[in-house]
């Protein structure tokens, strides 16, 4: 087993890979119980449910027995859904004091009263300007209360590369904070950001009285901005600490980055959330993929911190320990999700865990304290690269259990077999390019990389049931096709990508076989699967006869205590409730658009509710202006 190195000095190759990572604990109001919880475990308050991100709810009003009959019960019309730009709404709504907060299809807040839906106040960060261009993405609001203030509760909005401070009760920006209630997350970087771009898309962190914020550049053949971590004090909004994703000399992970590569390699950015375990004091951020994502010639090594599940002191930003899931990535397989901290148990023993889904389909655990990987994790051979410069990790790890979520590589006999003609298609793609298992190399040919960039598992995680010990985690079997090629002499970089596709069948339906998309819940006892099923459907095959194809999805699951997964995202607009003990649908919704965004539940007025995001705007669904609440009849 690995543990984790707390030394400062250089590393090399074998020794940085067994720093490893441990893994934050759960909520400890997610115990079972059947008793009456605390009453904060009764709203939504975070992001991923609790601090930890277990999305998992001790409420069991809603259950097996009576789930059949939830109906909705309000319906919350934001009235700014666009086709032109398309908008979406990727936004887990979070409720606290009986609240809810939502960020809309163009980032504007709405304070609901979680019971009626009723909007009590509205926060346009535009300050009423018209919208240029896209929104972009927000996928939850930030609550946090001032230690040093009774009263003073505030709402944080991340809108691409600033951060709004509102006022919880008002809906009107804190002066106090930064400028007028706004600081610049471009400034006190750190690094030149002159011409660069940067984009926070999930919640910050809220820990006493410091706001942590991810985010960063993009990952593109262009010079990038790096994702530096940053603790800001959340009533004022100065920078207390700074985390280099990208190490500085004498700083830990540097000797991973050939010569001076780390001052120009840009990417390494939290795009998929952090988590946090205040007990410790420790914040959990999963890292992405160094920039350019395809080419690594000019960054050789193994790239610390990108791809990394990284634990920091949150009052610090002192690293703690770290784990990279993926050396020297050139396959854009950057961590998608928040470390999710959860409490496990095995041989009786119930010790407080990290748990890693990846787009590759594999699931990580570490042990927190010990940092100790819970399931055995294997550094296996792999090919290297022959395009030239370029200078691949010749291993990469593989945890041993659980067992791949989604199929690793594309084999010949797994091309789409829903029609001869979409068989032939995908074939005549196949045939020219370079096919292989997971970790095939980016090539000039060509090459088809399964399972592509939307995962395996996304930002949508994996939720937890304390009292059944499994984990639930949905899957997507997507696939794409890249072509690198010489950049011209003109270009700040080696390599351009003229063909970065989803690879799809002539209809756009996924080149490789279905099923497309899986729901799995695993034993966390024995790390094997408790049960496996198909996931969504796609209505239009369906209705020429052709069953049983899932959908891949966008959002994640919630598990609660009345034996329950709830979860949307899927192509054909559903909500769907399934039995945790067997992964049977109990129940199913469908709604006005697509639900591309994880669900909450709580309790209000002494009734539990379901509340999903409908904003639509990907995989042909219409763009959706909808927050939908469910409860029993």
Known sequence: MNRPSRTNGPIDRRHFLKTSSALAAAWSACAPSRQAPDPAAREWQHYGGDAGAGRYSPLDQINRTNVSELKVAWTHRTGDALQRPSTTIECTPIVVDGRMYVSTATLHVHALDAATGRKLWSFDPRGGKPLRGSPGINRAVTYWENPARPGDRRIFLPVKDLLYSIDAGTGKLTPGFGRDGVIDLKEDFDHDMTGLSFTLTSPVVAYQDLIIAGGGGAEGPYPEAPGHIRGYDAATG????????????GQFGNDTWEGDSWKTTGGTNNWGGMSLD?????????????????????????????????????????RKWHFQTVHHDVWDYDLPCQPALINMTQGGRTFEAVVQPTKMGMVFFFDRETGETVFPVEERPMPASDVPGEELWPTQPFPVKPPPLCRQGFMPDQITDISPEAHAFVKEIYDRSRVGALYTPPSLQGTIIHPGFRGGALWGGCSHDPAANRLFVNTSEWTNRITLAPAREDQPFDYALPERALLQDAEKYPAIKPPWGYLTAIDLDSGDFAWRVVAGEIPELKARGISDTGSPMHGGTIATAGGLIFVAGSFDKKIRAYDSSNGRVLWEHQLNAGGFATPSTYEAEGRQYVVIAAGGGQAASNSGDEFVAFALA
């Open 238 to 249: 100065k920078r207390r600490w700074i985390f280099h994703t990208t190490p500085r000399p």
């Open 278 to 318: 205040p007990e410790r004091g420790w914040v959990f951020a999963s890292i992405g993929s160094p920039a350019f994502d395809f080419y690594g010639g000019n960054r050789k090594g193994a790239n610390l911190f990108g791809n990394c599940v990284l634990a920091l002191d949150a009052s610090t930003g002192e």
